[in-house]
Each structure stands twice: as structure tokens, then as C-alpha cells.
């Protein structure tokens, strides 16, 4: 684990994020508030592509809770029965649907509690829903934000909520909408687990990773 990087080379490292990637995006498919819920709770232990593949046919024709319903848990599970864990996914959503018509007036609520009491939703997925959908500036710590931050300083931590309190109070407040995006991103595609690339990397002069490649 790295040493926590000091308030100056935080900026520095996201002022450079920022200019190459002003409006990071996630790249799970959606369309409305409950699409975007049942897509991060499906990207669990599955890739984003992936998670794309199944629910872009599926939410052509699916996009609200009593749709869900309607559909019901054997066509859901045939729709989504590419994805890692499929089975019990498929159950959490048609119960997550059925709370949200029962409970909420088919509405996805916009609290971090009501989001987690959901099946199959815990701080993670509620984080992703209130930062994207909301604007909530949520950070939601997978494993590629826990490689980074522990890996470069910028949010060190033993475990994800020690890394996401890192994030809230480590980089300044203009960056903190689109942080774990940036990070996200970042982890993603240069800063690879197994090789990470180095010589693409925008920050590489800031790093302290002592295993750099060439």
C-alpha cells in the first residue's frame, strides 16, 4: 500500500484526468433510473461488456419494474443466462421489482438506504445509481479502484470503504462528481492488475509504484 499522496499532487493528477476526459462515462447500457439499477446489480463478478450484451435486447422491451414483473423470473433468467451467476441475479431482480412496485410506486428511490435494502444491492451498486443518475458525488470503490488507489497514493486503504473514504477526503471537492470514473477508467486500461502500462500512463512522473514498466 502506498503512502497517501499529499493535496498538490492529487490536484495535479486529476487536473490531468479532467483535460483528457472532461465527461467520463460509465459504459454499462440504460436507459432510465431502473435499468441503470438492474445493470450494476447484474455487473457484479461479470464485465460491463458482457452485462451489455444480455441487457441491451433485453431493455429494448423491458425498462420498469412491473415490465420486469411481467416478464417474470424464467424469461429474465433465459435473457440474462450469458452473465456470471445468472440464476440468483434473476431472482434478486424480480424481488428488487417487486419492492419497487409495492413499496416505492414502481420508482427507484434516491437514498443510499433504500437502495441497499434492495436484493442484490449493496453500498457499491447504491453508489454507482446516485452518482449517475443523481449526480450524488458517490464513490463507488470496485476492484480497479482498489488496485489504483492503493497502487499510486491517491486513495490507499486496507479495505473498499477504508478506499472510498480516501477518495471523499483526499481529492478536492471540483473533482469528486467524476472520481471514481476517472479512477475507474484508469484502472481499466492503463493501470492494468497484471502489466500495467506504464509508458501510457498520465501520471506516471506522480506514481510511486516502485514496479513500473517500460
Partial sequence: MAKQL??????????????????PQGELHYVNAYTL?????????????GVNKATRPLFATVDTPQKMLD????????????????????????RLSEILVNQYGGEVPSSRAALQ???GVGRKTANVVLNMWWHVPAQAVDTHIFRVGNRTGICPGKDVDQVERAIEDNIPAEFQQHAHHWLILHGRYICTARKP???DC?????????EKTA
Avoid: M, W
Avoid at 498538490?8 to 472532461?22: D, L, N, S, V, Y
Avoid at 417474470?72 to 440468483?88: M, N, P, S
Avoid at 498520465?202 to 516502485?210: F, G, K, Q, T, V
Fill in 197 to 199: 502500462r506504464c509508458a
Fill in 6 to 23: 499529499d493535496y498538490h499532487t492529487i490536484r495535479t493528477i486529476f487536473t490531468r484526468f479532467q483535460a483528457a476526459e472532461p465527461e
Fill in 117 to 119: 435494502s434492495l436484493p
Fill in 202 to 210: 498520465l501520471i506516471r512522473d506522480l506514481c510511486p509504484y516502485e
Fill in 37 to 49: 439499477l438492474v445493470a450494476v446489480a447484474l455487473s457484479a463478478q461479470a464485465t460491463d461488456a
Fill in 71 to 94: 416478464l417474470g423470473l424464467e424469461g429474465l433468467t433465459e435473457a440474462i443466462k450469458t452473465i456470471g451467476l445468472f440464476r440468483q441475479k434473476a431472482k434478486n431482480v424480480i
